[in-house]
């Protein structure tokens, strides 16, 4: 999925959620840079890449960076889903709220393999803010923001 078929869309998009474009976005629980990457998920990307920690943690390069590596993970343990979109949206849940909390989602759920619109709305037993952002954000991101930036290479969700 990856490489020249990235979905340069979705990752636009999530750019566009999480910060606004804005390089040096602090949001108010201390994550950092355009990706919003918390410090503790920072360090265990550069331990784990080490490319990534040649960047300036600073730099837009090194949160594009991040952001791919950190997607592509996600994405590739999403357990079961029934098309591209759908693994993207897990992909999306876990990165918003945790891998453990879409996993129990999904646990939760009596269609597991749909995330939009069914999955991403269950409660598995997080704070109510904490469940309103996690269920709106891959709807904003695949549903309202990736038909934005589709010039800029495929979606995961809208070709």
Request: proline share 6%; with cysteine.
């Amino acid at each position: 999925m990856w490489g020249v078929n990235a979905p340069i869309a979705a990752l636009a998009a999530q750019i566009h959620q999480e910060s606004y474009w804005k390089p040096a976005a602090v949001s108010r629980t201390g994550a950092l840079t355009m990706a919003q990457f918390m410090p503790a998920t920072a360090d265990w990307l550069e331990g784990k890449h080490k490319s990534l920690a040649t960047l300036a943690r600073a730099s837009s390069a090194w949160a594009f960076y991040a952001q791919s590596l950190y997607m592509r993970e996600l994405h590739d343990r999403v357990p079961v889903a029934t098309d591209r979109c759908e693994k993207y949206c897990y992909a999306l849940l876990s990165y918003v709220g945790g891998e453990r909390w879409m996993r129990a989602r999904q646990k939760l759920s009596s269609s597991p393999q749909l995330c939009m619109g069914v999955t991403n709305r269950i409660n598995p037993g997080i704070k109510a803010s904490n469940q309103r952002e996690a269920q709106h954000y891959p709807e904003r991101i695949l549903g309202e923001l990736e038909p934005l930036y589709m010039t800029w290479g495929p979606g995961a969700c809208h070709k």
